[in-house]
């Protein structure tokens, strides 16, 4: 979905979503709530929220006839998700979606009945958002951003499109159990060969200092984990990494779409997609706590060319070759 045509469909953003398909269904209003972890004006989740949207519309849910949509934004705030969680509970919807660790827990504290549906969520169990992914329990479902191993493919895809690299920056949120269990995927990668470091990503102003530090010896990349910082900072990192000749490999699209190297991940709006059928399925009956937590089943390498010619990179015909995108 192109970018006018989206912005377009979301419109101003915030208390009532039209959707624009005829309703297959009858009966009462149903009413969703949605919770998102970044800014109003991200186009990554914009992106997402349409997908939802879009899917929504197919499955034949209508504004105004048998669905009402309520979203909120938190910018990254821990303290504006647990009050727009609450808000939204309030307002007595039949189901609510959010995204990353933080704003489900805020939804789970403020209600243990409204069913809960997430998207892109790194470690559920590890969390304690859900008791298990084949049985998540309560009124908690959704769908995983990737499993730990993947920290693995991306220290792979740093060495194969820098070769010369010996030392990797790691940057994670330690604060979070994702932010651990990445970092202990990638370290177990040690055959590779590299000499790994971990920087906060938490604090914005600490991470160009310890960039910095750490690219004052040669022959140093950066693995970039998932995290609620990158969500509402895609820029940040990427501008660190071309400010100090670093080649980085993150786990999203949207960094590269900000000037990042590549990412290897899951596609992100597709979820979304898959969310609103699991959301169909609730308001058709279905509890989250019979509706297994599943994983992506799609990975999308994505590479740009241009901040490689900046890096001073060469990149091998077969990744290219490889790769689901490629921005010139």
């Known amino acids: 979905m192109k970018r006018r045509e989206f912005i377009t469909l979301l419109g101003?953003?915030?208390?009532?979503?039209?959707?624009?398909?005829?309703?297959?269904?009858?009966?009462?209003?149903?009413?969703?709530g949605v919770l998102l972890s970044t800014h109003e004006v991200d186009p990554g989740r914009r992106a997402q929220l349409a997908a939802f949207?879009?899917?929504?519309?197919?499955?034949?849910?209508?504004?105004?006839?048998?669905?009402?949509?309520?979203?909120?934004?938190?910018?990254?705030?821990?303290?504006?998700?647990?009050?727009?969680?609450?808000?939204?509970?309030?307002?007595?919807?039949?189901?609510?979606?959010?995204?990353?660790?933080?704003?489900?827990?805020?939804?789970?504290?403020?209600?243990?009945?409204?069913?809960?549906?997430?998207?892109?969520?790194?470690d559920p169990v590890g969390a304690g958002l859900v008791g298990s992914l084949a049985r998540p329990g309560g009124n908690t479902t959704g769908f995983t951003a990737f499993e730990y191993a993947i920290g693995a493919k991306w220290l792979e895809l740093l060495k194969e499109v820098a070769p010369r690299v010996t030392r990797a920056a790691v940057l994670r949120d330690s604060t979070i159990a994702a932010g651990i269990g990445q970092f202990a995927a990638i370290q177990a990668t040690a055959p590779f060969g590299i000499e790994l470091s971990a920087v906060g990503l938490h604090d914005t102003a600490a991470i160009e200092p310890a960039v910095a530090a750490f690219a004052r010896d040669a022959n140093g990349g950066l693995v970039?984990?998932?995290?609620?910082?990158?969500?509402?900072?895609?820029?940040?990192?990427?501008?660190?990494?071309?400010?100090?000749?670093?080649?980085?490999?993150?786990?999203?699209r949207y960094f590269v779409?900000?000037?990042?190297l590549m990412s290897y991940g899951s596609d992100l709006a597709s979820q979304f997609r898959s969310v609103a059928q699991y959301v169909d399925r609730i308001l058709k009956g279905e509890k989250p706590a019979d509706l297994p937590v599943q994983a992506p089943t799609k990975y999308e390498l994505v590479i740009n060319l241009k901040t490689a010619k900046a890096l001073g990179l060469t990149i091998p015909p077969m990744l290219l070759a490889r790769a689901d995108e490629v921005i010139e």
């Open 224 to 252: 970039v984990t998932a995290a609620p910082f990158g969500g509402n900072h895609p820029d940040v990192i990427p501008t660190l990494a071309a400010r100090y000749k670093l080649p980085a490999v993150y786990p999203f």
């Open 53 to 122: 949207v879009q899917r929504l519309t197919e499955l034949g849910w209508t504004d105004g006839r048998n669905a009402r949509l309520d979203v909120r934004w938190t910018a990254g705030s821990v303290d504006v998700g647990r009050q727009h969680a609450m808000e939204l509970v309030a307002l007595a919807p039949d189901v609510i979606i959010t995204d990353t660790s933080y704003n489900v827990a805020a939804v789970q504290q403020a209600t243990r009945t409204v069913p809960i549906v997430f998207g892109g969520v790194i």
């Open 12 to 32: 101003g953003a915030a208390i009532a979503w039209p959707l624009a398909a005829r309703a297959q269904q009858s009966g009462a209003m149903r009413r969703i």
């Open 257 to 260: 779409n900000a000037g990042g």
